[in-house]
């Protein structure tokens, strides 16, 4: 059965620093990979998704993951974080087969000024 | 471009009351997601859409929520009877097909006394 963890529940960083969230999937093939935001008050908002390809796929808002196939692992990148980037963060994995999707628990960002 | 339109914004009601939720999706969007969300947690899938058929309901409890989409367009969501385990926040999504980008809606917060 396909899942997803992130191990992070949450994340403090200053503004500027350098960000990564974790994720880790369990599926037997190749999945669709996502990331969403969801902002206090907002719905929720895809950032990047992989397929195929490159594994460095970049998004919105200057993100970027990496889809690492030996470690099961997508993991979300930020080289500067804006205060703005506060929010919490979805990883989400689709079944190719029957695109079913499952979203992990989320990792809540916080920014220091 | 209009987005998932949802309503109502927010419901209270009482266990063992009912309640349906309404959900409009982007125009031309054959697929059509219902999430539940419980604070502090991940979107967990209640049913999928692919126009006016059910793709996924493994994780919709049959007993008390039911789910239609006539004319493969709106669809409405409903739970009778409620129990307090239900307070959630119930976010609909669509996307042009099952491995597109998904549109989520503001979302219903819902809470059961």
């Known amino acids: 059965a396909q899942s997803v963890t992130q191990p992070d529940i949450h994340i403090t960083v200053s503004e500027g620093a350098s960000l990564e969230l974790r994720c880790n999937y369990s599926?037997?093939?190749?999945?669709?990979l996502f990331w969403y935001v969801q902002s206090p008050g907002q719905g929720l908002q895809l950032l990047l998704k992989?397929?195929?390809?490159?594994?460095l796929v970049q998004g919105i808002k200057g993100f970027e993951a990496e889809f690492k196939r030996s470690q099961s692992s997508f993991n979300l990148r930020k080289p500067s974080v804006h205060w703005s980037d506060a929010a919490e963060y979805f990883c989400a994995v689709v079944n190719s087969g029957t695109y079913k999707y499952i979203f992990g628990t989320g990792t809540r960002l916080k920014v220091l000024a | 471009e209009a987005g998932v339109a949802q309503s109502p914004r927010y419901k209270i009601i009482e266990k063992r009351q009912s309640v349906a939720f309404w959900c409009n999706p982007i125009?031309?969007?054959?697929?059509l997601y219902w999430y539940q969300q419980i604070l502090g947690q991940g979107p967990k899938l209640l049913i999928q859409f692919q126009n006016n058929g059910v793709v996924d309901d493994s994780q919709l409890p049959k007993d008390r929520f039911s789910a239609e989409r006539l004319k493969g367009v709106d669809s409405t969501l409903k739970i009778q009877p409620a129990k307090l385990e239900d307070s959630a926040v119930y976010l609909c999504?669509?996307?042009?097909?099952?491995?597109?980008?998904?549109?989520f809606g503001p979302g219903t917060r819902l809470t059961v006394l």
């Open positions: 125009s031309g969007h054959a697929t």
């Open positions: 599926y037997g093939a190749t999945p669709y």
């Open positions: 992989y397929f195929s390809g490159d594994t």
């Open positions: 999504a669509s996307s042009l097909g099952p491995t597109d980008t998904q549109y």
